[in-house]
């Protein structure tokens, strides 16, 4: 069951909460209290699911933008998105289920060229550092952890990749390893502050059992979405750079950590019907 509601993980913005329990036609009986959200970026609400979609799958649109500034986004000509759809489903953890949500397939449709990133151990003294390959274009970034020895003490406290401008603004999708913490963090990335609360740091706790932590990030010009261990963790993020992103760094802090595969690859716009 899903609920629109205020008060929710990214500094009390209005967000999507879900229910896990059972429906017998008339009544909706609660089988775990744990609190989870759909999204826990601050640019997700209000979304709507669809019948009849291919495969019987669960497909969900939700409004990108908060309420808490909506109405001073600094945009010209249009005023908010939509998220990219995404296809739900319930995975069991142990005992118990959480809903994990990514992209929906036909985005393969839109992938052109692919950019490929090699194995790398990131540390303090070893970052990866590049251009970015598609300036100005929409793009999807694939990056694969191994996260084998999560707990050992020479694991990177943090670690994750920066997107930045020519100006040095960055925008930066991190894991703090310690805390089990995913984050966006975009203080400062605009040209002009239009809100006291659009910097805000935004998270998730979460912590994978698997052996490679996968991360599939979803760049499209003015917004991020995180879809992190399987669509377990999701986050939406508007993001307004005063000049588009030029450069990009994968880094990792207060330790080491493998990264075992990575690419970005360029989302090319299909003709208008």
Request: hydrophobic share 35%; proline share 4%; with cysteine.
């Amino acid at each position: 069951m899903l609920v629109n509601m205020e008060n929710g993980p990214a500094g009390g913005s209005p967000a999507t909460r879900y229910f896990i329990g059972d429906f017998d036609g008339t009544t909706f009986s609660v089988t775990q209290t744990k609190e989870l959200w759909l999204d826990y970026g601050k640019d997700n609400y209000a979304g709507s699911t669809f019948n009849n979609c291919p495969e019987r799958n669960r497909i969900w649109l939700g409004w990108m933008n908060c309420w808490e500034y909506a109405n001073l986004l600094p945009t010209t000509g249009w005023r908010g998105s939509m998220t990219f759809p995404r296809n739900l489903t319930l995975v069991k953890e142990g005992k118990h289920y959480v809903l994990a949500s990514v992209p929906v397939s036909s985005l393969k449709e839109f992938c052109k060229e692919e950019y490929s990133i090699k194995p790398v151990k990131l540390s303090d003294e070893k970052r990866m550092k590049a251009s970015v390959p598609y300036p100005g274009k929409s793009f999807i970034i694939q990056l694969k952890f191994d996260d084998k020895d999560n707990m050992a003490i020479w694991r990177a406290g943090e670690y994750g990749i920066s997107l930045m401008t020519k100006s040095g603004k960055k925008l930066s999708i991190g894991y703090q390893n310690e805390l089990s913490y995913y984050y966006i963090d975009r203080e400062g990335l605009e040209k002009e502050t239009f809100s006291d609360t659009f910097g805000q740091l935004m998270g998730a706790t979460y912590r994978s059992e698997a052996l490679i932590t996968d991360w599939y990030i979803l760049f499209d010009r003015n917004s991020i979405e995180l879809f992190a261990d399987g669509g377990r963790t999701a986050m939406t993020a508007l993001c307004y750079p005063d000049e588009e992103f030029s450069s990009f760094e994968i880094y990792a802090k207060s330790g080491s950590i493998n990264l075992l595969d990575a690419s970005i690859v360029e989302l090319e716009r299909k003709n208008e019907l």
